[in-house]
């Protein structure tokens, strides 16, 4: 359980999650729902964020990062897997989840925007960093860190500590494997230029995709 999971100054953990009402009932949707190794991926990423937001000395609403970070990737799960690619199905069902808990704010924006566009590289762009909340930079390279970092990107001992809490389970070959069997199941989460179709495209190459040409036969304006 989620609680279980993470004790209070048990020494397996650098940080403790936030324990409000609502990061609460996240923690418990990711048990319910998530494979082991989306679960502990997304809450790796939230300690790994904790890090960076100190490194940064960037000043963030704990709960706030905990969410996206514990959201970020219910796309993978059966309870939001739609036809969409899984970062708008998981940004969808994050905003419902929310909004069905009492969260109608600005919130459900900033946690939908992070998530829906997580795999998209935006948090280099200067300009969002620069306008942009801060929870969402750190959320994201949290993820990051925890998809294709390593050990010297955080403080020494942190990821150790963390792993020993979360432990890897296959990591991010587990979770491209996740994303792999939703887009096979499903050309249409794994359409052209999306993270997921990328993945298919390179491992199944055999498999029937959508194209450009596909896209330009199907305009009503004949371009060629």
């Known amino acids: 359980m989620f609680l279980a999971a993470t004790p209070a100054r048990s020494g397996a953990e650098p940080v403790e999650p936030p324990l409000t009402p609502l990061a609460v009932k996240a923690g418990l949707l990711l048990d319910a729902v998530a494979q082991p190794h989306v679960r502990n991926h997304s809450l790796r990423s939230y300690f790994f ?5 100190e ?12 969410l996206i970070c514990a959201l970020h990737d219910i796309g993978m799960t059966d309870v939001a897997n739609g036809d969409q690619r899984f970062e708008i199905d998981g940004a969808d069902y994050a ?12 919130r459900v924006d900033l946690i939908w925007d992070a998530i829906a566009a997580h795999t998209s590289g935006f948090i280099l762009s200067p300009v969002y960093q620069r306008r942009r909340p801060p929870e969402i930079q750190v959320a994201v390279t949290g993820i990051g860190i925890d998809l294709g ?7 020494p001992g942190y990821a150790d500590r963390v ?13 491209f494997r996740t994303i792999e ?13 999306t ?21 330009l036969a199907a305009s009503g304006w004949a371009d060629s």
């Open 49 to 53: 964020a904790r890090a960076v937001a």
């Open 95 to 106: 905003a419902r989840f929310l909004e069905d808990n009492g969260v109608t704010d600005a």
């Open 55 to 66: 490194q940064q000395h960037l000043a963030c609403d704990d709960e706030l990062v905990f």
């Open 181 to 193: 069997q939703q887009g096979l199941a499903n050309p249409r989460k794994a359409g052209p230029a």
């Open 149 to 155: 970092g390593s050990a010297s990107d955080l403080p």
């Open 163 to 175: 792993h020993a809490a979360y432990p890897r389970l296959g990591g991010s070959a587990a979770l």
């Open 195 to 215: 993270f997921a179709g990328e993945i298919v495209r390179q491992r199944h190459p055999e498999a029937p995709r959508e194209t450009v040409e596909d896209i």
